[in-house]
């Protein structure tokens, strides 16, 4: 599974949906998962530190957390499935664990409420995610090239502790 934090919102140029995009902790991937309006409004609102005169769903939920002592351990997004994500909150009470089933979207915005962790896994960022900086991309694929083709049959044994008259 890979960290990933909210980078922000984003629109849509040609729907004008809204797009929360969740990038790496290298910044190198970003994972963009389109989402309501509202949903949108409760995660900038959770960005922004911004406090409602009443709680909404996503801070009700948060403090229905506190007030029973349970806690969000962290949020996974665990597949893609048709073009729609699947996410889980991981909840725990004492040594009780329990998953529940959620729209990413819903879960993010719960997870900043409380500073949990967003977690997604690897099979999903390599489905879906795009790079963020091409030029690291190259420069990282450019040098493990160039290892490769510096690389001799020796380079293995001399690893091994095995002088080349051993090996035979």
């Known amino acids: 599974m890979i960290e990933m934090k909210v980078a922000g919102i984003a629109l849509d140029a040609a729907t004008r949906s809204p797009i929360v995009l969740l990038r ?7 994972l963009p998962i389109y989402i309501g309006q509202d949903q949108a409004k409760a995660i900038i609102n959770a960005l922004e530190n911004q406090t409602p ?5 996503h801070d009700l939920f948060a403090n229905l957390l506190e007030e029973c002592n349970m806690s969000l351990e962290r949020v996974v997004i665990h597949s893609l499935q048709d073009n729609t994500f699947y996410a889980v909150l991981t909840v725990t009470h004492g040594e009780t664990k329990k998953e529940i089933d959620a729209r ?12 949990s962790p967003i977690w997604v896994l690897e099979e999903v960022v390599a489905d879906a995610s795009i790079p963020v900086d091409r030029d690291a991309d190259e420069a990282e694929r ?12 020796e380079d293995f044994l001399q690893r091994g502790n095995l002088s080349s008259e051993e090996a035979q």
Do not use: H, V
């Open 142 to 153: 450019k040098a493990f090239r160039d290892f490769l083709s510096n690389l001799r049959p």
């Open 24 to 30: 790496d902790a290298t910044e190198r991937r970003q």
């Open 53 to 57: 005169p009443r709680p909404l769903t």
């Open 104 to 115: 990413p979207s819903d879960a993010i915005a719960i997870a900043l409420r409380t500073n």
